[in-house]
């Protein structure tokens, strides 16, 4: 009998993973798997069982948000192992899923894993830590690991937005420099992402275009600080319409290295990163072996 590790945030997005869990074991039973289930019941729980137990196991699925799939990944990488990795997102945004084609109702998404292929996705790496779609510094930045779980379980997405609102009044310039082989510079930026994703906190699109997620390269985006406030609704609607702006540098690259003034806050896929003054990002191709749905629309690098 094949043996899978299922490991699950029951606190994620609104919780709904609890409702869930006698269909998503049933869809799992139909393959002749032996199943250990194991509930997260702290921060890097995830992390912890995965390096521990996973390299016993055939199969690990994790279902939660992108902080409790990031923490799943992480634990293979500090393992120094790789399986094939299901996942059934449970977030409030689940930004990574959808990029991924992967379904959003969890039974689905469950079926999915037993029938799916292994698609060998990149991982990002910020300096000694993994991430698995998004590493970015700047505005905005601490709403997606500052916004309260219990708010979270209430609203779900709507939770992040009222907390973006917020935060609007506080928007600070960052001074850097970066370095890449493909584009370098200085200057004063509000908000920097380094993806591998489609969309980031739930905006489709906002990392630019033709994104692959197993090309070895990211998508960068830095928002400069303008000149004059009068140019904050433009570069709104460049982000929402995907048009150009003088303000929004967008290159790709599989390596970054960037130097601030003083120790700036990250965000790794939604939780919190870490004080950083320099900061080093590297693509780790095709290094996540997670199973997609049959799934025609998903592009592959050469
Ligand atoms: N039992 C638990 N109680 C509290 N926190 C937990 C528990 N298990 C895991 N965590 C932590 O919860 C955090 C958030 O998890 P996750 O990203 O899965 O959900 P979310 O934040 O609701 O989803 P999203 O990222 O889509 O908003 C992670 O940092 C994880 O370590």
């Not at 609203?155 to 420099?177: C, D, E, F, P, T």
């Not at 920097?192 to 969309?199: A, F, Y």
């Not at 130097?259 to 320099?278: A, Y």
């Amino acid at each position: 009998m094949k043996r899978m590790l299922f490991i699950y945030n029951p606190r994620s997005g609104k919780g709904v993973v609890r409702d869930q869990l006698s269909y998503i074991l049933e869809e799992f039973s139909r393959d002749d798997y032996e199943i250990v289930v194991h509930p997260t019941i702290e921060p890097k729980d995830a992390t912890r069982i995965t390096q521990e137990f996973g390299d016993a196991f055939d199969l690990i699925v994790c279902s939660g948000g992108d902080g409790t799939l990031d923490e799943v990944v992480t634990g293979m990488q500090t393992g120094r192992f790789t399986r094939p990795l299901g996942y059934i997102p449970a977030g409030s945004t689940n930004d990574y899923a959808q990029s991924l084609g992967i379904p959003k109702q969890m039974r689905k998404a469950a079926r999915s894993i037993m029938n799916g292929t292994v698609y060998q996705c990149d991982l990002g790496r910020l300096d000694d830590s993994y991430f698995v779609y998004v590493a970015a510094f700047g505005a905005f930045v601490e709403v997606s690991y500052d916004t309260p779980q219990d708010m979270k379980n209430l609203l779900g997405h709507a939770a992040y937005v009222i907390r973006g609102m917020q935060s609007l009044n506080n928007l600070k310039a960052y001074h850097l420099r970066y370095e890449s082989r493909e584009m370098s510079g200085e200057g004063d930026f509000l908000l920097g992402m380094i993806t591998n994703s489609d969309s980031v906190g739930g905006f489709k699109g906002i990392t630019g275009r033709d994104v692959t997620l197993n090309d070895g390269v990211f998508e960068v985006v830095l928002f400069h600080s303008p000149a004059l406030a009068v140019e904050y609704p433009a570069m709104i609607n460049s982000v929402l319409n995907k048009t150009p702006n003088k303000n929004i540098t967008y290159f790709k690259t599989s390596k970054l290295e960037i130097w601030f003034d003083e120790p700036v806050s990250w965000t790794r896929d939604g939780e919190f990163g870490g004080k950083r003054k320099h900061a080093v990002i590297e693509n780790i191709p095709r290094a996540i072996p997670i199973i997609v749905p049959g799934n025609d629309d998903l592009k592959t690098a050469e």
